[in-house]
């Protein structure tokens, strides 16, 4: 959308005859499009609408004011004030309103509002009669680079450009009118009259770069004689801001999408490289370390051993705080459970990595042919995590199930101990605490069924594992009817009362606690050697 001063010229010409009279009304601004309402002598209310984007900068009418629009501050000592005359800055795409301001007396003075569309700092201001900046829209403040445009500051035009109807010199034209002279189409003569009487008329039609633009005149036989300047530049002007948001946005969708993917395909192939290493080399290693090992004597330490299973010779992963053979076979057996950990897990994930690259995959051809932004932020909804997090969504409070099968669940926090025991539990399901201790608040789901014995013991044991008394012995464990448990008046979150308790006694059991799942499995201690 070339707005070169030749549009400039055309777009005072088409509204001079209907600003010079009329009082400025209003100024609204939403972001970078600012709208300038005007009543004329009849009565009849006018809104321009000028977009101050670089790259969109136009000036057109516009039927309504957005709501999102706001009053602009830096106006309103101009509200109110009569339009004696419109002009453009010769070949410059820069607006003058000449103002007359009264203030609260009655009085009057001259003022002058400032249109500039040229360059990257597109801006609006207003300047006082003594040649001072009044405000702007864009405050550019002393000791910044570049032009300083604040109030109180003498007021300091854009650098001028040369008028190429006096210098006679066709490299001084627009671009776009350079080239017409070089192509033949036009004389500068022509255009410099032209440029004088203003009239010129609307067309639109493709461009050298193959968009769609409106300019002054016709470039090919493709182009189309357009009724209104207005029309065509909202037209064709939002249409192109709406289809550049739409490109910049499928832009940052798609590379977002392509890291997504880029980091399911690393995890599929980190599992494919895994699956060609076996995990079994490393229980191999840790059972014919214990078999040979007594057989070297002390301070022995060999690099390699032969594997019994390949008969392949297999380096000793030997490390400086090992104090022998069995420290070493102690960081075999551990390798050789994080890899079938690892291999567990991955068998459990891949599916999901799987599903998960077609989705992607799927949204990524869905976001290339959106149409609207709207549509496009539908297809670039998260797809999900890299987990089974979708379908096993995390679970409020800690869950463990007894050796009966009832299940047993436990607060991590205040807020979950508090939510535990009097939203989730029923009336009559179990309800366990460490005596004088603080810790979490332990439910065994048993309902109104009786509750197995060794079930009361393993949640009984996992109050006294996540408490404070957690690493002692003989803890003494309360446990009562839900129903029994009453908050503490004026007590924090989680802190109550109850009646009816009975007490158990526990010590916390390493294994039992495996077995539930609170403490992950240890390694076995290697046997002795034998003799």
Same mark, same amino acid.
């Given at each position: 959308?070339?707005?070169?001063?030749?549009?400039?010229?055309?777009?005072? #010409?088409?509204?001079?005859? @209907?600003?010079?009279?009329?009082?400025?009304?209003?100024?609204?601004?939403?972001?970078?499009?600012?709208?300038?309402?005007?009543?004329?002598? !009849?009565?009849?209310? /006018?809104?321009?609408?000028?977009?101050?984007?670089?790259?969109?900068?136009?000036?057109?009418?516009?039927? !309504?004011?957005?709501?999102?629009?706001?009053?602009?501050?830096?106006?309103?000592?101009?509200?109110?004030?009569?339009?004696?005359?419109?002009?453009?800055?010769?070949?410059?795409?820069?607006?003058?309103?000449?103002?007359?301001?009264?203030?609260?007396?009655?009085? /009057?003075?001259?003022? !002058?509002?400032?249109?500039?569309?040229?360059?990257?700092?597109?801006?609006?201001?207003?300047?006082?009669?003594?040649?001072?900046?009044?405000?702007?829209?864009?405050?550019?403040?002393?000791?910044? =680079?570049?032009? *300083?445009?604040?109030?109180?500051?003498?007021?300091?035009?854009?650098?001028?450009?040369?008028?190429?109807?006096?210098?006679?010199?066709?490299?001084?034209? %627009?671009?776009?009118?350079?080239?017409?002279?070089?192509?033949?189409?036009?004389?500068?003569?022509?255009?410099?009259?032209?440029?004088?009487?203003?009239?010129?008329? =609307?067309?639109?039609?493709?461009?050298?770069?193959?968009?769609?633009?409106?300019?002054? &005149? =016709?470039?090919?036989?493709?182009?189309?004689?357009?009724?209104?300047?207005?029309?065509?530049?909202?037209?064709?002007?939002?249409?192109?801001?709406? #289809?550049?948001?739409?490109?910049?946005?499928?832009?940052?969708?798609?590379?977002?999408?392509?890291?997504?993917?880029?980091?399911?395909?690393?995890?599929?192939?980190?599992?494919?490289?895994?699956? +060609?290493?076996?995990?079994?080399?490393?229980?191999?290693?840790?059972?014919?370390?214990?078999?040979?090992?007594?057989?070297?004597?002390?301070?022995?330490?060999?690099? +390699?051993? @032969?594997?019994?299973?390949?008969?392949?010779?297999?380096?000793?992963?030997?490390?400086?705080?090992?104090?022998?053979?069995?420290?070493?076979?102690?960081?075999?057996?551990?390798?050789?459970?994080?890899?079938?950990?690892?291999?567990?897990?991955?068998?459990?994930?891949?599916?999901?990595?799987?599903?998960?690259?077609?989705?992607?995959?799927?949204?990524?051809?869905?976001?290339?042919?959106?149409?609207?932004?709207?549509?496009?932020?539908?297809? *670039?909804?998260?797809?999900?995590?890299?987990?089974?997090?979708?379908?096993?969504? #995390?679970?409020?409070?800690?869950?463990?199930?007894?050796?009966?099968?009832?299940?047993?669940?436990?607060?991590?926090?205040?807020?979950?101990? $508090?939510?535990?025991?009097?939203?989730?539990?029923? %009336?009559?399901?179990?309800?366990?605490?460490?005596?004088?201790?603080?810790?979490?608040?332990?439910?065994?789901?048993?309902?109104?069924?009786?509750?197995?014995?060794?079930?009361?013991?393993?949640?009984?044991?996992?109050?006294? &594992?996540?408490?404070?008394?957690?690493?002692?012995?003989?803890? %003494?464990?309360?446990? !009562?009817?839900?129903?029994?448990?009453?908050?503490?008046?004026?007590? $924090?979150?989680?802190?109550?009362?109850?009646?009816?308790?009975? *007490?158990?006694?526990? /010590?916390?059991?390493?294994?039992?606690?495996?077995?539930?799942?609170?403490?992950?499995?240890?390694?076995?201690?290697?046997?002795?050697?034998?003799?």
């Amino acid at each position: 959308m070339p707005f070169d001063a030749l549009v400039m010229r055309a777009v005072t #010409h088409e509204w001079e005859p @209907v600003l010079t009279g009329a009082r400025l009304l209003a100024v609204r601004q939403d972001g970078p499009r600012v709208y300038l309402s005007v009543g004329g002598p !009849t009565g009849a209310r /006018t809104t321009l609408l000028v977009v101050l984007t670089p790259a969109y900068r136009r000036i057109q009418r516009e039927d !309504t004011v957005p709501r999102a629009a706001r009053p602009s501050a830096w106006a309103d000592r101009l509200l109110g004030a009569r339009i004696h005359a419109v002009s453009q800055v010769p070949w410059e795409r820069v607006w003058h309103w000449q103002l007359e301001l009264a203030d609260e007396v009655g009085r /009057t003075a001259p003022a !002058t509002l400032v249109i500039e569309l040229a360059g990257h700092l597109t801006n609006i201001l207003w300047i006082a009669s003594d040649g001072t900046v009044g405000d702007a829209y864009r405050r550019i403040a002393p000791g910044r =680079p570049g032009r *300083t445009l604040y109030p109180g500051v003498p007021y300091t035009p854009p650098p001028p450009v040369a008028n190429p109807c006096a210098t006679g010199r066709v490299q001084d034209l %627009p671009p776009w009118a350079r080239r017409m002279v070089a192509d033949g189409r036009s004389r500068l003569d022509d255009l410099c009259r032209a440029y004088a009487a203003g009239a010129f008329s =609307p067309w639109e039609g493709p461009g050298p770069d193959g968009a769609r633009h409106v300019w002054v &005149f =016709p470039l090919s036989e493709a182009w189309q004689a357009q009724d209104s300047w207005s029309r065509a530049w909202a037209r064709w002007g939002d249409a192109r801001e709406r #289809h550049d948001a739409l490109e910049d946005a499928r832009r940052s969708a798609l590379a977002a999408l392509d890291r997504q993917m880029e980091q399911v395909e690393r995890q599929l192939a980190r599992t494919a490289a895994r699956a +060609a290493d076996d995990p079994e080399r490393w229980r191999r290693l840790g059972d014919a370390l214990l078999t040979v090992g007594p057989s070297w004597g002390d301070g022995a330490r060999p690099s +390699a051993l @032969v594997d019994p299973v390949t008969g392949d010779l297999v380096e000793i992963p030997w490390r400086d705080e090992d104090a022998g053979y069995k420290d070493a076979a102690q960081h075999a057996y551990h390798q050789y459970k994080k890899a079938k950990a690892a291999e567990a897990a991955e068998r459990r994930l891949v599916p999901h990595w799987t599903a998960l690259r077609g989705r992607l995959a799927g949204q990524r051809a869905a976001a290339a042919a959106a149409d609207s932004l709207a549509a496009l932020a539908q297809h *670039t909804k998260s797809p999900g995590r890299l987990t089974e997090a979708r379908d096993n969504p #995390h679970l409020p409070y800690r869950r463990f199930v007894g050796q009966a099968g009832t299940e047993i669940w436990v607060g991590r926090t205040e807020a979950e101990n $508090q939510s535990l025991t009097f939203q989730a539990a029923r %009336p009559d399901d179990l309800w366990f605490h460490v005596k004088q201790y603080p810790g979490s608040h332990v439910l065994l789901r048993c309902g109104k069924n009786p509750a197995p014995r060794p079930d009361v013991a393993d949640a009984a044991m996992l109050a006294a &594992f996540y408490s404070r008394a957690g690493q002692g012995s003989s803890i %003494p464990v309360d446990y !009562t009817a839900r129903k029994f448990v009453k908050k503490r008046p004026h007590g $924090q979150p989680g802190q109550v009362l109850y009646v009816r308790e009975q *007490t158990i006694y526990v /010590t916390p059991d390493p294994l039992a606690l495996t077995r539930l799942g609170a403490r992950r499995e240890q390694l076995a201690e290697a046997p002795p050697p034998s003799r």
